[in-house]
C-alpha cells in the first residue's frame, strides 16, 4: 500500500536520503529502570547525540518537554515521542513480576497540548 503524503513527508524528515536508512537513539529507558549511571546529564547526552549527527532519538514527554529548545532545527535529532510505559523488562526478574503490563503515559492529545503549553 502506498504511503499518504503525510507520512511520506514525515518518513523523509526521518530516513537519511541517500542511504533510506535512519540512526535513531533510544533515550527513554528511564521511563522503566531510572536513571542509569552516564545518562544522568540529559542535556548533555542530547547535545553529544546531535554532535554525533545522530538522526532522531526516542525520548518521554518529560524530557521533550524539559528539553524541546536542544531539539529543535535541521543540524538536530527528530523525535521520536514513547508515550507508554511497560513492566515487561522486569517479568521473571528479581523486582520482578508475574507477567507484563503496558500503559499509556499520556495521550497524543496530551502530549501536543503539553508542548504548545
Same mark, same amino acid.
Given at each position: 500500500?502506498? %504511503? !499518504?503524503?503525510?507520512?511520506?513527508?514525515?518518513?523523509?524528515?526521518?530516513?537519511?536520503p541517500? !542511504?533510506?536508512?535512519?540512526?535513531?537513539?533510544? %533515550?527513554?529507558?528511564?521511563?522503566?529502570?531510572?536513571?542509569?549511571?552516564?545518562?544522568?546529564?540529559?542535556?548533555?547526552?542530547? &547535545?553529544?547525540?546531535?554532535?554525533?549527527? $545522530?538522526?532522531?532519538?526516542?525520548?518521554?514527554?518529560?524530557?521533550?518537554? /524539559?528539553y524541546a529548545?536542544?531539539?529543535?532545527?535541521?543540524?538536530r535529532?527528530?523525535?521520536?515521542?514513547?508515550?507508554?510505559?511497560?513492566?515487561?523488562? /522486569? $517479568?521473571? !526478574? &528479581?523486582?520482578?513480576?508475574?507477567?507484563?503490563?503496558?500503559?499509556? $503515559?499520556? !495521550? $497524543?492529545?496530551?502530549?501536543?497540548?503539553?508542548?504548545?503549553?
Amino acid at each position: 500500500m502506498p %504511503f !499518504s503524503t503525510g507520512k511520506h513527508m514525515r518518513l523523509a524528515r526521518l530516513l537519511h536520503p541517500r !542511504s533510506g536508512r535512519v540512526l535513531g537513539l533510544a %533515550f527513554d529507558h528511564a521511563i522503566q529502570l531510572g536513571p542509569l549511571p552516564g545518562m544522568e546529564d540529559a542535556a548533555a547526552v542530547i &547535545e553529544d547525540a546531535a554532535a554525533a549527527g $545522530v538522526d532522531a532519538m526516542i525520548l518521554t514527554p518529560g524530557l521533550l518537554g /524539559r528539553y524541546a529548545d536542544r531539539l529543535g532545527g535541521r543540524d538536530r535529532p527528530a523525535v521520536i515521542l514513547r508515550l507508554d510505559h511497560t513492566t515487561m523488562w /522486569r $517479568v521473571g !526478574s &528479581e523486582t520482578g513480576y508475574d507477567q507484563g503490563d503496558t500503559q499509556l $503515559v499520556c !495521550s $497524543v492529545d496530551d502530549a501536543l497540548a503539553a508542548l504548545h503549553g
